[in-house]
């Protein structure tokens, strides 16, 4: 899962963040100074700024999910004799159920997100 945060958000902010200081310049009155007045006073050459949301919703979301996915697990387990294999049926069910889960997440993140 480390590798997922990395690759997905540490790797993206990371080359930004270098862009930002080394290749992006700002001007007084451009789009970026009125996006973010308070940081263009302390950085008048631009800087790479996030700003901090709320991550409640998709942490909710992708519990649930998570708790889903487990007991499906737990059903495999119980009803099948084991978490993998089983009828070609019930095996590529199981697949389809899971990407749609993960879809669903994706789905209700973006919809329930700040923006």
């Keep these: 899962n480390s590798v997922n945060v990395f ?13 930002w200081h080394f290749a992006a310049t700002c ?20 800087i790479f700024v996030v700003k901090a949301g709320s991550l409640g919703s998709s942490v909710t979301i992708f519990t649930l999910c998570a ?3 487990l ?19 019930l095996k590529y069910g199981t697949a389809a159920f899971y990407v ?3 879809i669903l997440y994706i789905v209700l993140s973006i919809v329930l997100s700040d923006d």
């Design 67 to 69: 708790v889903i996915c």
């Design 7 to 19: 690759l997905g958000l540490g790797l993206p902010w990371t080359i930004a963040a270098i862009f």
């Design 27 to 46: 001007e007084p009155g451009d789009r970026w100074s009125a996006t973010y007045p308070q940081q263009a006073l302390d950085y008048p050459d631009g």
């Design 71 to 89: 007991g499906s697990l737990v059903l495999r387990r119980k009803f099948l004799g084991g978490e993998l294999g089983g009828p070609a049926v």
């Design 100 to 102: 749609l889960l993960w």
